[in-house]
């Protein structure tokens, strides 16, 4: 699915973008313990919104395989954030 990686993921139709998220969760090794480097911060916007759904929800740790620890702090970064306007509390309105 190479040419799926080329596109920015605006471009990507519905199905698409459903089939890279299911590719991505499939790895189930938290992320962050793997390159220690990555510090959980709310203002690094880009990384913290793969964490959330198209609804705006954060993912649960079941499916991305975030260890304990790091959800924990992934979590209190995004509520953060949302505070600061910087994720959306909800971003589809259902009805
Ligand atoms: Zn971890």
Do not use: W
Request: with cysteine; hydrophobic share 35%; aromatic share 6%.
């Amino acid at each position: 699915m190479k040419f799926l990686n080329k596109k920015p993921i605006d471009a990507l139709t519905i199905n698409e973008r459903r089939q890279k998220i299911r590719e991505e969760l499939k790895k189930r090794t938290c992320r962050f313990c793997k390159s220690k480097e990555i510090y959980i911060d709310f203002k690094e916007v880009k990384r913290l919104e793969r964490c959330l759904t198209e609804q705006g929800k954060i993912i649960p740790k079941r499916l991305t395989g975030t260890c304990a620890k790091h959800q924990r702090q992934l979590n209190l970064a995004i509520k953060r954030g949302r505070l600061l306007a910087l994720f959306p509390f909800v971003s589809q309105v259902i009805r």
